[in-house]
């Protein structure tokens, strides 16, 4: 899966959500995907929340397969920012 491939995936669940903030999730050099409200993208932009993950992984959590709180526990992702932003990911993502 592709930074784009995942921001196709999540397109749908984030404009008919009630996210109302703005997380990043930052692949290093695999690109970046931007939560902006209701609005996705593959540009870098400041964000509220940073969330370093693997695409990998960022894939696995797109599916399903991977829980948030078990990942972060997992230290499979480092959250740098407003942790309550994070904590929004799991309604975001179920």
């Known amino acids: 899966m592709t930074i784009q491939e995942a ?10 959500s009630n996210f109302d903030r703005v ?8 690109g970046v995907l931007v939560i ?8 870098d932009a400041e964000a509220e929340c940073t969330i370093a993950i ?3 992984d960022l894939h696995s959590l797109v599916k399903g397969e ?14 740098d920012g407003d942790m309550g932003v994070a904590m929004q990911l799991q309604n975001l993502l179920s």
């Not at 196709?8 to 404009?15: D, G, K, N, P, S």
């Not at 997380?23 to 695999?30: H, P, S, V």
């Open 66 to 79: 991977l829980n948030p709180v078990a990942g972060f526990m997992q230290g499979k992702l480092r959250v």
């Open 23 to 30: 997380l990043k999730f930052d692949c290093g050099e695999d």
């Open 54 to 56: 693997t695409l990998e």
């Open 7 to 16: 921001k196709e995936a999540l397109t749908e669940r984030v404009a008919n």
């Open 36 to 43: 902006n409200r209701h609005e996705l993208s593959t540009e």
